[in-house]
Each structure stands twice: as structure tokens, then as C-alpha cells.
């Protein structure tokens, strides 16, 4: 990657804004800049060649305590990357890769069975 390119954000698509859980109704998000961006919808050239090690691509950590999930399936209905699925009723990562760092499963999930952190 040229050093003076800039590069479409990985944490929002290039959208420049993420969803949260808005916390009046479980159902309700409201929209934010991207912590990643600043809203602006793509890297700086710094930003982005720093990122350039891991594959443009902030990655992400899930854990998911199967003894405190009940398997409501909020997890799976509300991720935008499609991250998870029900698997014998407990919410299962199957697309880790797809994870947008936004933490809408971890808001969404009452039980806190949930954690999502960024990949050292």
C-alpha cells in the first residue's frame, strides 16, 4: 500500500457510522461515527499502514460463555457481520473473520455471556 493512499475502514465498511444498542427498547440502535474512522468513512494513510499487517482489517476476539447464554438468539439476529449462529440453542461464533468490532452482540445479550475484544 502507497503510504499517501487512503484505505475504505474496515470497522464501518466505509459508511462512516456504526449501529448501538440504543438501551430505551432492546430493538431500538442508534447510530454513531466509527470509533476507527472518526466518522470520516476511511483511514489515514498512518492508520491504515498500520493495519496493513493484520490484512487492512481490524480483527476481533469473541468469547461466548456457553454456562450464561440462554439462547435467545438477540446475538445472532442483531450482528450485522452475521458473526453468529444457534448451535444445540446457545449462541455459536461461526464467522469471526466478519466481526466489525461494533459490540451490538454484547449490548444485546442480558445475560453478559458475551465478550468482545480486539485482537493484540
Given at each position: 500500500m502507497n503510504s499517501k493512499e487512503n484505505a475504505t475502514c474496515p470497522?464501518?465498511?466505509?459508511t462512516g457510522q456504526v449501529s448501538w444498542f440504543g438501551g430505551v427498547s432492546r430493538f431500538q440502535f442508534t447510530y454513531s461515527d466509527c470509533p476507527e474512522c472518526n466518522g470520516t468513512g476511511i483511514l489515514s494513510a498512518t492508520t491504515a499502514k498500520q493495519l496493513q499487517s493484520i490484512g487492512e482489517k481490524v480483527m476481533?476476539?469473541?468469547k461466548v460463555d456457553a454456562d450464561k447464554c440462554d439462547g435467545c438468539g438477540e446475538c445472532v439476529e442483531g450482528c450485522p457481520g452475521e458473526v453468529?449462529?444457534?448451535v444445540d440453542k446457545k449462541a455459536t461464533?461461526?464467522?469471526?473473520?466478519?466481526?466489525?468490532?461494533c459490540h451490538t452482540c454484547e449490548d444485546l445479550c442480558e445475560t453478559d455471556a458475551i465478550v468482545v475484544e480486539e485482537k493484540e
Open positions: 470497522g464501518c465498511s466505509g476481533w476476539q469473541i453468529y449462529e444457534l461464533v461461526v464467522n469471526e473473520d466478519e466481526c466489525h468490532g
